[in-house]
Nanobody, 121 residues
């Protein structure tokens, strides 16, 4: 059973930056694309960014393109989300999820507890 731990969230002012980490243990990540998702109060969970199993392909929601960057370090079983130019509407609990191979692949029901991002002055 894979175990997912997200970290790196916090309170940041608009325009600020945060780097989220997603540490995954209990198995190899070779077969998984990894996505970052977020859920704000009263809203559904939405996909934010994704990196393919090979690391050669990434995908971003339109709302974060040019501001967020996803990367993976398979040697550390960790995926990162660099978030720059943060906006109040980016505030949410951020989760990472596993898909089969590519960012359009099957989304597994493995979730961590998430990490809270608050953007406020």
């Amino acid at each position: 059973q894979l175990h997912i731990v997200e970290s790196g969230g916090g309170l940041v002012q608009p325009g600020g930056s945060l780097r989220l980490s997603c540490a995954i243990s209990g198995g190899t990540l070779d077969y998984y694309a990894i996505g970052w998702f977020r859920q704000a109060p009263g809203k559904e969970r939405e996909g934010v960014a994704c990196v393919s199993s090979s690391g050669g392909s990434t995908d971003y929601a339109d709302s974060v393109k040019g501001r967020f960057t996803i990367s993976r370090d398979d040697a550390k079983n960790t995926v990162y989300l660099q978030m720059n130019s943060l906006k109040p509407e980016d505030a949410a609990v951020y989760f990472c999820g596993l898909r089969d191979y590519v960012c359009s692949g099957y989304l597994h029901d493995y979730w961590g507890r998430g990490t809270q991002v608050t953007v406020s002055s």
